[in-house]
């Protein structure tokens, strides 16, 4: 099954002639909205589980626990049910990718983008409405596939459709958007939570906003030139080219974009492409990027922001409270990334954040330990400060490190021939951890209680030394030249790369001398 798409850049040190049109801009607004409504719906389901009208509606067991004060302070939500409820979306979503990825190269970026926005729509409906359990897993199950196609086409459609001297900052309006999104929900929630006994069908129904943004928006904007020509509508292609660059000299870059539709094609079998040894090191790096993005326990905190400072004793008003706070240093620090990611370096961004990442978590797993029993009523006011200073120290250098590197590093290290199948491959690794994640949070906090942060902490410290030794820094360096600068000169990877004398042919290897391999 082919994935969706292909993006070109200039070749080294050319630089295509485009202007910043205005269309380019209200484009990339409104794609970049399918990111406010992944982080709209990562941040509503938090403060949700913690209103008590919610509970009590569709968990009565876990507010009764709650209430009663014997269980656990760590145990109150450990619910597999209310589990579900958060996680279910990210497991639709991993399931639609796969689909998306075909509709993002058949049917282009723009119709995905609709797909999306009405099952975003759809799935609103079903959770403001919603009467019993099963109304609202199937509302957050459609949710999540909106999530597995804006995630697909969104990423692709902001790159394809940028100059390239500012596609690094605008791919990173997604990544600012879902901090927004999730801003904006710990608002929400922070109002509705006052609001009797149907604040959290106004906090669900909101997600209506974005979710009819995106759907004008995809309604109203143009393909993208790279999908209409790889669609063959070439002539298409090349008017929308000379509208979006604002210019009519488009040749160069029509013609690469051509080039590079065709190379694409060429390749029957991405998917198997991606297992050759030579894309080895690339598929390693972005699949353990996934993977550790999600252990250093960022959507933990997300996702349960106000069941965790509820745990900690926090009254429900201060932990949605703390909630927003933590949301804007979100927002904030991922601002840091877009202005120095080009500057200082992705090794150095990832390896800094890694420091403060595990020296807040252990900081956190000592003041716990101390402080909250099982039974303890709460953190008293000055430890409290410090628990949501420190939780804020962890998100900052999470925003401007693993947030946007662990999708930034993977789009621009694979192959032309490889690189729609290793977004799929990234997208699904992605949101397959944030399910087990989101699945077993609640019930790892039960059981191991304060230790649940030392148990992060350490896959920080995995993660960083890993970055040290094999991660190689992809700052200023040209897609087409990374074998040559990047991985032929790395201590480890360049093993890997003693066959690129090969290249591909109808998606086969064929040695120089013409024999298949």
């Excluded at 409104?30 to 913690?50: E, Q």
């Excluded at 029957?268 to 993005?293: C, E, Y």
């Excluded at 992705?346 to 000592?366: K, P, T, W």
Aim: with cysteine; aromatic share 12%; hydrophobic share 50%.
């Amino acid at each position: 099954m082919p994935a969706g798409g292909f993006s070109v850049s200039a070749p080294s040190g050319v630089e295509f002639e485009a202007k910043i049109t205005p269309i380019v801009i209200i484009s990339c607004i409104m794609a970049a909205t399918g990111g406010l409504m992944f982080g709209y719906d990562v941040g509503i389901s938090g403060g949700v589980t913690s209103m008590d009208d919610f509970l009590g509606k569709f968990f009565p067991a876990v507010l009764r626990k709650k209430q009663e004060d014997k269980e656990s302070n760590y145990c109150k939500y450990d619910n597999q049910g209310l589990q579900l409820f958060t996680s279910s979306l990210y497991l639709a979503g991993l399931t639609a990718t796969f689909f998306a990825s075909y509709t993002t190269r058949r049917l282009g970026r723009r119709l995905t983008m609709l797909v999306a926005g009405v099952f975003f729509i759809v799935g609103v409906i079903f959770n403001g409405a919603a009467q019993n359990l099963a109304m609202l897993i199937v509302g957050r199950i459609l949710l999540g596939c909106g999530v597995g196609f804006a995630n697909q086409a969104v990423p692709l459609f902001l790159s394809e459709i940028a100059p390239t001297r500012i596609r690094g900052g605008l791919n990173i309006l997604f990544q600012l958007n879902v901090t927004i999104g999730i801003l904006f929900a710990n608002l929400v929630n922070y109002g509705t939570s006052k609001i009797h006994p149907w604040g959290w069908r106004l906090s669900l129904s909101l997600a209506g906003i974005p979710a009819v943004l995106l759907t004008l928006g995809a309604l109203f904007v143009t393909d993208t030139p790279n999908s209409l020509i790889e669609r063959g509508r070439l002539d298409e292609g090349k008017a929308v080219l000379k509208k979006i660059r604002g210019t009519d000299n488009v040749e160069p870059e029509f013609n690469e974009i051509v080039e590079a539709s065709r190379v694409a094609q060429e390749v029957k079998h991405p998917f198997r492409n991606l297992l050759q040894r030579r894309n080895r090191p690339q598929l390693v790096i972005a699949v353990l990027l996934q993977i550790f993005q999600q252990f250093t326990g960022i959507n933990a905190i997300m996702f349960y922001a106000p069941v965790l400072f509820n745990t900690l004793g926090f009254k429900s008003d201060a932990s949605l409270y703390s909630a927003v706070i933590t949301g804007a240093v979100n927002v904030l620090s991922t601002l840091v990334s877009v202005y120095s990611v080009d500057r200082v370096g992705r090794r150095m961004l990832l390896l800094e954040a890694g420091v403060q990442m595990f020296l807040s978590q252990v900081a956190i797993a000592v003041v716990l330990g101390i402080k909250v029993t099982d039974h303890s009523d709460n953190l008293g006011h000055g430890w409290a400060i410090m628990v949501v200073v420190m939780v804020c120290t962890f998100v900052s250098s999470f925003a401007w490190s693993w947030g946007p590197l662990g999708w930034l590093i993977p789009s621009e290290t694979f192959p032309l021939e490889t690189r729609s199948a290793g977004q799929s491959v990234t997208v699904c690794v992605n949101l397959l951890f944030t399910f087990v994640i989101a699945q077993a949070f609640l019930s790892m906090l039960c059981h191991l209680k304060y230790a649940i942060f030392v148990f992060f902490s350490a896959w920080v410290l995995v993660m960083s030394f890993f970055v040290l030794f094999f991660l190689p820094e992809t700052k200023n360096v040209p897609i087409e030249e990374m074998t040559e600068r990047v991985w032929k000169q790395h201590w480890f990877w360049k093993r890997y790369m003693d066959d690129d004398n090969h290249h591909i042919v109808n998606g086969k290897i064929t040695a120089n001398n013409g024999a298949s391999v």
